[in-house]
Antibody, heavy 118, light 111 residues
Framework: EVQLVQSGAEVKKPGESLKISCKGSGYSFTSYWIGWVRQMPGKGLEWMGIIYPGDSDTRYSPSFQGQVTISADKSISTAYLQWSSLKASDTAMYYC???????????WGQGTLVTVSS | DIQMTQSPSSLSASVGDRVTITCQASQDISNYLNWYQQKPGKAPKLLIYDASNLETGVPSRFSGSGSGTDFTFTISSLQPEDIATYYCQQYDNLPPAPLFTFGPGTKVDIK
């Protein structure tokens, strides 16, 4: 069974750094793209970017390029999303999801709620 | 960048009604169009892929059609458990692809 299990909720202050994780199991982690989707409170889904753990090839949405860093450690089947300096506007639910190059997103993590508040 | 629009942004219908949502791409995306259902407090779920293919395990009352720039998602007979927000999503495989984009969503309620 394919599973994506994300790290727990975080409460941070503006300016702090953060790295959240997503551990894949039940499939070959290095053979599928895995990416991140943001959902701000009461809003829609925003695609952030993806990484191919097999070779660490990474692509970002123009809206998120330079704002976050996506990485992966294939030895532990885990993908990461990180911020170097959080802003209040980063408050959102973040989902990791397995992507296929046929264009669909077939499995999703449970979401990680990030709250940034002074 | 390819932009996606959806209409309506919300709708209210009765149990048993036929519900139709449209999604339009700003340029030709062939059939690289998928539909997702998101229930409150839950992660999205894939319903339809490649514009018209039903994902395994998804009830047959859900269907999709279209190609190029105009797409339609239909619930043939709305059920109470279909209360959710529905999103279309396109896939762009031209460099610097791959890039994915979601539509703004359509919230479906029971009248």
């Amino acid at each position: 069974e394919v599973q994506l299990v994300q790290s727990g909720a975080e409460v941070k202050k503006p300016g702090e750094s953060l790295k959240i994780s997503c551990k894949g199991s039940g499939y070959s982690f290095t053979s599928y793209w895995i990416g991140w989707v943001r959902q701000m409170p009461g809003k829609g889904l925003e695609w952030m970017g993806i990484i191919y753990p097999g070779d660490s090839d990474t692509r970002y949405s123009p809206s998120f390029q330079g704002q976050v860093t996506i990485s992966a450690d294939k030895s532990i089947s885990t993908a990461y999303l990180q911020w170097s300096s959080l802003k209040a506007s980063d408050t959102a639910m973040y989902y990791c999801a397995r992507h296929r190059l046929t264009g669909l997103i077939d499995y999703w993590g449970q979401g990680t709620l990030v709250t940034v508040s002074s | 960048d390819i932009q996606m629009t959806q209409s309506p942004s919300s709708l209210s219908a009765s149990v048993g009604d036929r519900v139709t949502i449209t999604c339009q791409a700003s340029q030709d995306i062939s059939n690289y169009l998928n539909w997702y259902q998101q229930k409150p407090g839950k992660a999205p779920k894939l319903l339809i892929y490649d514009a018209s293919n039903l994902e395994t395990g998804v009830p047959s009352r859900f269907s999709g059609s279209g190609s190029g720039t105009d797409f339609t998602f239909t619930i043939s007979s709305l059920q109470p458990e279909d209360i959710a927000t529905y999103y279309c999503q396109q896939y762009d495989n031209l460099p610097p692809a791959p890039l994915f984009t979601f539509g703004p969503g359509t919230k479906v309620d029971i009248k």
